[in-house]
């Protein structure tokens, strides 16, 4: 029965492992001044100043 338990932890935590669900985390940290730039390349500028 030990492999159920590692099986439903897998499906417990598959949530986390998605890369919608890992961007968005980041994505909302991110500074109102970043995710409201009008281009990519006004955006980049200003994520190269934050980080």
Same mark, same amino acid.
């Given at each position: 029965?030990? =492999?159920? /338990? #590692?099986?439903? #932890? @897998? =499906?417990?935590?598959?949530? #986390?492992? @998605?890369?919608?669900?890992?961007?968005?985390?980041?994505?909302?940290? /991110?500074?109102?001044?970043?995710?409201?730039?009008?281009?990519?390349?006004? @955006? #980049?500028?200003?994520?190269?100043?934050? /980080?």
């Amino acid at each position: 029965n030990g =492999h159920n /338990l #590692k099986h439903r #932890k @897998f =499906h417990l935590n598959m949530r #986390k492992n @998605f890369l919608t669900v890992r961007v968005t985390e980041h994505w909302n940290r /991110l500074p109102r001044e970043a995710v409201g730039s009008p281009s990519l390349q006004i @955006f #980049k500028t200003r994520l190269g100043v934050i /980080l």
